[in-house]
């Protein structure tokens, strides 16, 4: 990642509701992910990788470890098996290590204590996102949770997006949706939010979310809730 990303917190309109991507965004999913894919190295008699080389591509999902661990496309003819072997170790060990990233806590406490709805909208399929929501104690406290086969159509596309304003009753206009990956961006942008770039996430050297042109930047999760709070 460039290494002249800032944050800004002027002017910031406060929203009226807080909507996030989920890994790398709001919980630091990637021990337990990076876990699941050397298992998998492992099992395929390959040599696990550094935990600093793996957590970079944890925003690009099983599609990005895959490539990483086994130089494989979803054209690739053994993709889909590994991908689904990763998947379900990773169901196994879903909530090991992950935890919500420093700052996030606040965020949510200062929505619930100000009557504003937050949720989570995740191109991480249902059958890990939920669980895993659960796991961190928050099924209860979220307003809306989507995940990345809810809908026909996922991050970058609006939709899941739009569908979580309509589930809220809050106009798009008035949310704010905060993401480590271009896509976040994109369909922030596309359903007419604010879009905010969380620079806490994960990210490959060769990002640059300068390039996003997001409406906010923030380095640190504990930035962000500032900013929210000021």
């Not at 003819?77 to 196994?92: C, G, H, K, P």
């Not at 928050?138 to 989507?146: F, H, K, Q």
Request: charged share 20%; with cysteine; proline share 5%.
């Amino acid at each position: 990642m460039s290494e002249h990303q800032g944050s800004s917190s002027a002017a910031v309109a406060k929203p009226k509701a807080v909507l996030f991507d989920l890994d790398g965004t709001f919980a630091d999913t990637a021990p337990d992910l990076a876990y699941a894919l050397n298992t998998l190295l492992q099992q395929q008699g390959l040599q696990k990788l550094d935990y600093d080389s793996i957590r970079p591509y944890v925003s690009k999902g099983a599609p990005g470890l895959i490539r990483l661990g086994f130089g494989l496309t979803s054209s690739d003819e053994n993709y889909d098996t590994l991908r689904q072997q990763l998947l379900d170790i990773y169901a196994e060990n879903l909530c090991q290590h992950t935890q919500l990233f420093d700052g996030i806590s606040s965020v949510i406490e200062y929505c619930e204590s100000n009557a504003l709805p937050w949720g989570i909208i995740t191109n991480k399929p249902e059958f890990l996102t939920t669980p895993l929501v659960e796991q961190l104690g928050l099924s209860d406290r979220a307003a809306t949770v989507i995940s990345g086969d809810t809908f026909a159509e996922r991050k970058p596309h609006p939709m899941p997006l739009l569908e979580a304003s309509k589930a809220i009753n809050i106009d798009p206009y008035d949310c704010w949706y905060i993401g480590d990956d271009k896509r976040d961006i994109d369909a922030a942008k596309a359903a007419n939010m604010t879009s905010i770039a969380a620079l806490w996430g994960y990210f490959l050297d060769s990002d640059d979310p300068q390039n996003w042109r997001a409406d906010h930047y923030f380095k640190t999760a504990k930035d962000l809730a500032k900013a929210l709070t000021a």
